[in-house]
Structure formats: C-alpha cells, structure tokens
C-alpha cells in the first residue's frame, strides 16, 4: 500500500497548488494527516493516469493546478455571494449550456478541477468511496450515465465491470469530447461505449433497459429536476438501481435548481417513483444538522435508489 512518500506526483501537484494558493495550503495538509496508504494509493494512481493527456508539459501542470485554484475561488465566492441573497447565480439551464459546457477551454478547466476535487474536498472523496464499494457488490448488466462531467464514475466502472455494455448521454458537445479524453487517459477504447449526444429527457432510449443508471451531479444542473429524474425511472429496469448525487444549498456557475434541504431532495426521489436505499448526506462545515437550512450550509447528498413496485 502507498503512503504519501510513494505518491511523488500527487505530491508534486499539491505541491503546485499550495504554491499558487497558500490559503490552500493549511485545509489541505489536515485533510491529508487524516487519510489512509489506500487513499494515497488512489490518488497517485489518478495523477499518474492524467499524465497521459492533460499532465503533458509543465505548462499542464501549472494550468491543471490553477483549474483547482479557481474552481475553490469560484465556489467560496459564489458561497459568500449566495449568503447574502439566497439566490444561486443563474436560474436558466441554457446560460449554463452557453457560457460553461459549449467553451471548450472553460469546459476543460472546470472538469480537470473537479477531477482533482475527488482527491481534495472531503465531500467528494467520501462520495466516491461510497460509490465503489457498492458498485462492487453486484455486476450490472447494463449501464448508463447521464453528463458524464469529470468521467471518474464511469472509469470506476469499467475497472469493476469491464466486459458491461455502456451507454453515455450529454447535452454538451464539448463534455462529449472530453469524455473520450477522459477514458483514453485512464486507458480505456473511447470507441467502446455507445455515446448519444441529446437531451436525456428525450433521447429514444427503451424504458427499463438498464440495470445501472448513474445521475452524478445532475440534478442541480437542469431546469425542471423531477421531469429528469422521472426520465431516469423509466429507462432503469424493475429490478435495477440508480446512483443519484446533488446538493442543497449548493451555488456554482452552473448550478440552476436549487435544493433548500435534504427532505426536498428526498421528497422528489419518491415524487418520481423511486425508493431511497442507502444514502448520504455531507454538510459543507460543522454546523447541527437542524441548522443546515437556516445557515444555508452547502451539503452534498448522494443516494442509491430504487424502482418502487
């Protein structure tokens, strides 16, 4: 197993981060005081992994740290900004479309940046060891993802299940591209899964035809989440599973729905048919759970659901 001595270039990128952002540097360095040889195993891993294609030079070294800079940038001022006024910083899908996911150069930036935030924000890193270990637990037969954003759900996956049909859809051009990036870096054929680029609430899919749906910080992105997630009921089999993420109080550039606590979150699962199974739910800071409203505290919720019979 790695310890952090054996993980030279993780430590060469929050080297890099530290040096751009000092305030970084303090928050990072307890979070990682607190993590196991396996984490520091996974980390190297994914920056080894991104050397192939977006860690090539020392200009992409540079930028891939600045893309996590300004992502922490961007959050904590979009945070004191929603503080103030309760509202997220656009309401409106399509500016999310126009001004993030049709830029490939913003694009790039901003998934690179969430791709190291599995490695560095607690939240996420909990999501994703959430997301593992219960994807092992049984082999689905088929699989779906909807954005495939920073691509590191479906690259778990295919490492677990290599030999299961994929099914990819996005309503972004620009994701799709970078989606094949993101599975040639980490060694996977770009050509193996079946990539649909549309509208997830009418692309011609058949109903109940897979066993694995995963809605990965998507909610928060659409205009109208309970269509989407009705969407996601009809396509996943009587006897399948969805793997749903989404946050509440959660402003980010592209964030349009806002959830205001858990409990509408969760109202919405069943609102569409689903049943909640095993679930999380991550505040942002340490605050009590019955002030997480009230303080409009960002937390990170994730969940695997069920068809209801």
């Not at 070294?61 to 904590?76: D, I, M, S």
């Not at 560095?120 to 954005?147: D, Q, T």
């Not at 920073?150 to 299961?164: I, K, N, S, T, Y």
Request: net charge negative; glycine share 4%.
């Amino acid at each position: 197993m790695a310890t952090r001595a054996q993980a030279p270039l993780f430590t060469q990128m929050i080297d890099l981060i530290s040096g751009k952002n000092p305030l970084q540097r303090k928050s990072i360095e307890r979070f990682l005081s607190r993590q196991s040889p396996a984490y520091f195993e996974r980390a190297e891993d994914l920056v080894s992994n991104l050397t192939r294609s977006f860690l090539v030079g020392d200009s992409a070294w540079t930028e891939a740290a600045e893309a996590y800079n300004l992502l922490c940038r961007h959050r904590v001022w979009e945070q004191i900004q929603f503080q103030k006024t309760g509202i997220y910083p656009r309401t409106d899908a399509a500016e999310a479309h126009a001004e993030v996911y049709s830029q490939p150069e913003v694009m790039e930036s901003y998934m690179v940046g969430l791709m190291l935030s599995y490695l560095l924000w607690p939240n996420h890193v909990a999501i994703m060891e959430f997301y593992r270990n219960e994807l092992r637990r049984s082999r689905p037969k088929s699989y779906c993802e909807v954005g495939i954003g920073h691509g590191l759900f479906v690259v778990e996956q295919m490492r677990a299940w290599p030999e299961v049909p994929l099914t990819l859809v996005d309503i972004s051009e620009t994701s799709i591209k970078l989606a094949r990036r993101i599975l040639q870096t980490f060694g996977f054929d770009p050509d193996k899964p079946r990539i649909i680029h549309g509208d997830f609430n009418t692309v011609d899919l058949p109903a109940n035809s897979f066993d694995l749906l995963v809605m990965g910080e998507i909610l928060e992105h659409v205009n109208d989440a309970l269509a989407f997630l009705r969407s996601g009921r009809e396509l996943v089999a009587d006897d399948g599973r969805i793997f749903l993420t989404t946050c509440a109080n959660c402003p980010a550039t592209d964030h349009v729905y806002h959830f205001r606590n858990v409990d509408e979150i969760r109202e919405m699962i069943t609102e569409a048919g689903l049943t909640i199974g095993r679930e999380l739910k991550l505040p942002a800071e340490d605050v009590p759970e019955e002030k997480w409203e009230s303080s409009r505290v960002t937390v990170n919720y994730a969940a695997w659901i069920f068809p209801r019979g």
